[in-house]
């Protein structure tokens, strides 16, 4: 067992719920006069983000940090990066923490590249004299040399990104924290930070923390895992347990609502919606889906007193400002449904090779029976959370920026003779 | 391994009420000067006149306040050229202001920064600091030369020894607008109506100093005002050190002093109070 970088004690950071206001005053007042309000009321205001971890990090592992959304692994970025301090617990450290929560932290419009290469490795920790010597190097990296005495207002966000990250991926110091800054950037600087990222790990026995939702560049990276689930440490070990446990636990059931009873909704009610959710291959319930996947979304339909004939069935998917992401009627695939009066049949759409990046989508549903609206849901059928995942097949998550919608392509070329 | 107990850092939820970290605080000291010329090179740049705007913002002030304080309200100025008298007192109060300002904002204008890397964040009010006074000495090199060319035309104005006071009350100045400031922003982390109030307040405190006026003009009805402002003896020192003019409240001073102290250390206090859980609720 190698020497230990980092020690974490019970770890534990709490948050006030509700908006800070004129009662804030008024408690502060009384907490100051030990007159504390109803505890139990207290407790009920405050949540716990993160709440009795501990661990420990050895010399020169690259450990990943994974977790939903809201786990808290930023609460525990935010921790080890002293940008905020812990309600319990300590935090004990040997060497040196650089934080990567964002590269170009501090970059001013109005300076050049060249005085924001210092300004922003000094706010890193870096000294002048560590950052002259790399001056060129950083230069380099970034391939913005032309423009290095151009106030960086003027550059490309590509090229701005890029001398951000030179910056950063030049530190020297014996711990790093990551989070998810590769999801910057053009594919062919992305891999260039990958591969720079490696040498760190790697070559020079630095200790790395590296947080991401990108389980193929968790597995490539890292050796060690932690994975976080609703504030507290759920797994820890290998990067391999910790990525299987995290995919396990991907795949629970989702609630079903009473759809049938949902007023929210419009259309003659001949066939309506009673029953929503989503499967995976196996057949599990699933609420969060890896993009990439193949998706099976289940409807029950009821059909009214009358027969139906020509049942089209609508799907489609909302980003949280209620922009529709895409449209799937049966109709459009020549499919139609019949139903006998009274009727309750289930509705399987298969979606393959699911093409939506991170985010929650509102799952939208219309029934049109006979080229009349039958029941539309106003509000929604339900919700569906999406990771990122492999949707190429080949291990890299693409852009992963949320709420885009992936597609591939066929690669043709042909050399002029 | 577990035998090696000289952690290199270690964080716990609370630190002790003196500690304000100043070792740290000086290994950070490249990054001071770098914030320093963040502050003060975009101010001209992409302007036409340049760096002129330095000496030129307190030159209009002046201007403005000549017309309408003396030329207009006929406020008298002890018997000074009206651009002699208001000139020390704007070019100090830019100095005070400014920094107050930088200092009391830095929650607040630098959340992005705080949220995303640490550093001792007394850097940016003592940054806040050190720009004000660069701006304060090109200003104030400025009202050297006017006072040079109304001296060489014969105006009463005396030079002296007493312009070796003038360091002391810029020591002054510097720890009451930097403890304020300190003050001030680390309430505002809570209290945002504080940042509403503030330009305000500023205003407010400048017209009960003695900068538009002289304290000998103020009614006695209101002179509690001028004696519970502890700017007003550190203004007037600063007008008689460089013109003579009026006089040293050397008692009164040494209660301006008091105050700055106690100022700047509530403020260090409560600025790295406020400093480890700011980004919770800015």
């Given at each position: ?417 | ?39 003060l ?13 330095f000496i ?35 070019v100090?109060?830019n100095f ?34 050190l720009s004000s006074f660069v701006n304060f000495l090109i200003q104030f090199s400025l009202l050297l ?25 810029l ?112």
């Amino acid at each position: 067992m190698g020497e230990i970088a980092i020690k974490v004690e019970n770890l534990g950071k709490s948050y006030r719920l509700g908006a800070l206001g004129t009662a804030t005053l008024k408690r502060d007042f009384l907490s100051m006069f030990g007159k504390g309000q109803n505890k139990e009321e207290d407790e009920r205001e405050i949540l716990w983000a993160l709440k009795n971890v501990s661990f420990d990090i050895k010399k020169g592992d690259a450990v990943g940090i994974v977790g939903k959304n809201g786990a808290g692994k930023s609460t525990l970025l935010k921790l080890l990066s002293r940008t905020t301090a812990p309600s319990t617990g300590s935090i004990k450290v040997h060497g040196k923490i650089s934080s990567l929560l964002e590269v170009g932290t501090g970059f001013h419009p109005e300076l050049t590249g060249r005085e924001n290469i210092f300004l922003n490795g000094a706010i890193m920790g870096m000294s002048k004299r560590d950052i002259k010597a790399q001056f060129d190097e950083i230069v380099e990296f970034s391939g913005v040399s032309r423009f290095i005495d151009t106030p960086v207002k003027r550059y490309s966000s590509g090229m701005y990104v890029r001398l951000a990250f030179a910056v950063a991926a030049h530190l020297e110091t014996e711990i790093m924290i990551i989070d998810e800054v590769l999801a910057v950037g053009d594919i062919d600087f992305q891999k260039k930070c990958l591969g720079k990222m490696k040498e760190v790990t790697g070559s020079e026995g630095r200790t790395v923390l590296f947080v991401s939702h990108n389980m193929s560049a968790v597995k490539a990276l890292c050796n060690y895992g932690l994975f976080l689930e609703k504030g507290t440490l759920r797994t820890t070990g290998s990067v391999q347990k910790v990525t299987e446990a995290y995919t396990a636990a991907n795949k629970g059931l989702i609630e079903t609502s009473e759809l049938a009873d949902r007023t929210d909704r419009s259309g003659n009610k001949s066939v309506i919606l009673v029953d929503y959710y989503a499967e995976d291959m196996v057949g599990n319930r699933i609420e969060t889906v890896l993009t990439g996947e193949d998706i099976t979304f289940c409807f029950t339909l009821r059909c009214g007193p009358e027969k139906a004939k020509n049942v089209d069935f609508g799907l489609n998917f909302y980003d949280p400002e209620e922009a529709n992401m895409g449209v799937l009627y049966s109709s459009y695939q020549s499919v139609y449904f019949e139903m006998e009066p009274h009727q309750l049949m289930q509705i399987k759409c298969v979606v393959p090779n699911f093409p939506f990046t991170i985010g929650t989508y509102k799952v939208g549903t219309r029934i049109v029976v006979n080229n009349e609206e039958s029941d539309w849901l106003l509000g929604g059928a339900g919700f569906i959370s999406v990771e990122n995942g492999d949707f190429y097949g080949t291990g890299s998550t693409g852009f992963t920026h949320p709420y885009m919608t992936n597609f591939l392509g066929k690669w043709i070329h042909e050399v002029e003779k | 391994m577990e035998k090696n107990e000289n952690w290199s850092l270690e964080i716990y939820p609370k630190a002790s009420l003196f500690d304000f970290r100043l070792k740290e605080f000086w290994a950070y000291r490249e990054l001071i000067l770098l914030f320093v010329r963040r502050e003060l090179v975009p101010t001209y740049k992409q302007t036409i006149l340049g760096p002129l705007w330095f000496i030129l913002q307190p030159l209009l002030t002046t201007f403005v306040y000549s017309i309408v304080f003396g030329a207009v309200a006929r406020i008298p100025t002890d018997g000074l050229p009206q651009l002699l008298f208001y000139m020390p007192g704007i070019v100090l109060w830019n100095f005070f202001n400014s920094a107050f300002m930088k200092g009391s904002g830095t929650f607040l204008a630098n959340s992005h920064i705080f949220g995303k890397v640490y550093f001792p964040r007394l850097i940016l009010p003592v940054a806040g600091l050190l720009s004000s006074f660069v701006n304060f000495l090109i200003q104030f090199s400025l009202l050297l030369l006017i006072m040079a060319g109304y001296w060489i035309a014969g105006t009463e104005i005396h030079p002296g020894a007493q312009i070796l006071i003038l360091p002391l009350l810029l020591i002054l100045v510097s720890m009451y607008s930097l403890g304020l400031g300190l003050v001030v922003s680390a309430f505002t982390t809570k209290y945002r109506d504080l940042n509403h109030f503030l330009v305000f307040g500023s205003q407010l405190l400048m017209y009960a100093t003695p900068i538009i006026y002289p304290a000998s003009i103020v009614p006695d009805k209101f002179r509690w005002v001028s004696l519970l402002n502890p700017l007003s003896p550190i203004f007037e020192g600063f007008r008689y050190s460089l013109l003579g003019m009026g006089q040293l409240m050397t008692d009164r001073l040494m209660i301006s002093f008091g105050f700055s102290l106690f100022l700047l250390i509530s403020g260090l206090i409560l600025f790295s109070r406020a400093e480890r859980t700011s980004i919770d609720t800015v």
